[in-house]
């Protein structure tokens, strides 16, 4: 393989460096310039969106989305946008090599790859003394050209679309070098499309992680095969006690290992159906709740993860609830008693030693206990704790989000 092969597939997690060796692999073709490197479903759509790439050349404008958004992404714009505006707009429409590359596509496999390059049509078609070679292509330093592009990729907008340019009046590319560049095709476009893939990723990453660190509570993601994704500073925080070993556990192998607790093998799977649930961590006395939040939740809290997986909070017995649980006593128009019954909850008493604290009758607390969990459409105590739990994320006092971008 060619260097400047290697080199772009070893910058593939890589913003600023990846675009560099685009530009180098070009120049591995003796070519002076790297027209243009996009993601598109096909030709007809980057012809559509030709416009907008020159509205917006900045290559971080179009990677921000995964590619199963359906939008096209540029990554690599080699020529001035005013030149790609009067291309896109104009000259395009009487360039014989975008019609090659239309013929082309037309003769090629449904999911092959084709390489189209002006040099024989200079010759053939009195293409120097053409409108768009002189008012465009000269303006601009441009000669010879190859453009290549594929079909029918296994996803969404993966189509790699290239060109590179030589300038000044050259016999053009050799059939060595358009060899060379339709064998490597394949593999720049799987670099390209993990590249972007990569980038969005990224981005979404940052902005859920920023907030996920303003939490007062333990946060963690997991994907929907029971791999962690990220856990904020508290979780680690509270991973690091000499108590919570499940904990520990849980941030080094995934949920789902044979040698993980069973009850949160059991609640991940109930997650991941989007119920909630709460089990007591083990080993920690009490202590830690881990509380499932389903996703449908986490817009609210500005958290815009669209990816499949599970979100799981982890909960101190000791941090302030009483808000969660006014908001609760509103919401569901508990009485004062029952309201404080729940709290008590909260704190890790049982009904038991709530009755015992106010001197009450325990057949008095267990029939409050059925009237508050009638009213919250609950089944179980920890399903009460779970319903106060996401309520705590959004109680007012707890944390301010307002005003906080999510990329």
């Not at 003394?129 to 996803?155: K, P, W």
């Amino acid at each position: 393989m060619h260097p400047a092969f290697c080199d772009l597939l070893a910058s593939v997690s890589d913003g600023t460096r990846f675009g560099d060796t685009l530009a180098r692999y070009a120049a591995s073709f003796r070519a002076d310039l790297l027209g243009g490197a996009f993601l598109a479903s096909d030709l007809d759509q980057l012809a559509q969106w030709g416009a907008e790439f020159a509205a917006h050349p900045e290559v971080d404008y179009w990677l921000q989305s995964p590619s199963s958004d359906g939008a096209p992404a540029l990554l690599a714009m080699g020529v001035t946008p005013e030149a790609a505006q009067r291309y896109a707009t104009h000259f395009r429409l009487q360039d014989p090599l975008w019609d090659d590359a239309m013929a082309q596509r037309a003769r090629t496999d449904p999911s092959g790859t084709w390489v189209a390059t002006d040099a024989p049509v200079h010759a053939t078609r009195g293409f120097r003394r053409s409108e768009i070679y002189s008012d465009f292509l000269r303006e601009y330093g441009i000669g010879t050209r190859m453009f290549g592009g594929s079909q029918g990729a296994s996803h969404p907008v993966g189509n790699l679309f290239m060109s590179v340019y030589r300038q000044g009046d050259d016999e053009g590319f050799t059939p060595e070098e358009v060899a060379r560049f339709r064998a490597e095709f394949g593999g720049v476009q799987r670099a390209a499309f993990l590249h972007r893939e990569m980038v969005a990723l990224r981005a979404r990453t940052q902005g859920l992680e920023s907030l996920m660190e303003q939490m007062p509570m333990g946060l963690l993601f997991f994907d929907a095969a029971g791999r962690l994704l990220h856990a904020n500073a508290l979780a680690r925080l509270l991973s690091a006690r000499p108590e919570s070993v499940a904990l520990r556990t849980l941030l080094r192998s995934p949920v789902l290992a044979s040698t993980a607790d069973a009850a949160l093998r059991a609640l991940f799977q109930q997650s991941l159906q989007g119920r909630s649930g709460c089990v007591e961590l083990p080993g920690t006395a009490g202590g830690l709740l881990l509380v499932t939040l389903p996703l449908s939740d986490l817009a609210a809290l500005g958290l815009c993860h669209r990816a499949p997986g599970v979100a799981w909070v982890v909960l101190e017995r000791s941090l302030c609830s009483e808000a969660a649980v006014a908001l609760a006593r509103q919401a569901y128009r508990l009485s004062p008693s029952e309201a404080d019954l729940l709290l008590a909850l909260m704190r890790g008493q049982t009904p038991q030693d709530f009755a015992d604290a106010r001197g009450s009758r325990i057949s008095t607390v267990r029939t409050q206990m059925s009237a508050l969990l009638a009213k919250t459409r609950t089944q179980r105590q920890q399903d009460l704790v779970a319903l106060v739990a996401r309520l705590m994320l959004l109680a007012p006092g707890n944390v301010a989000l307002q005003g906080i971008a999510v990329v």
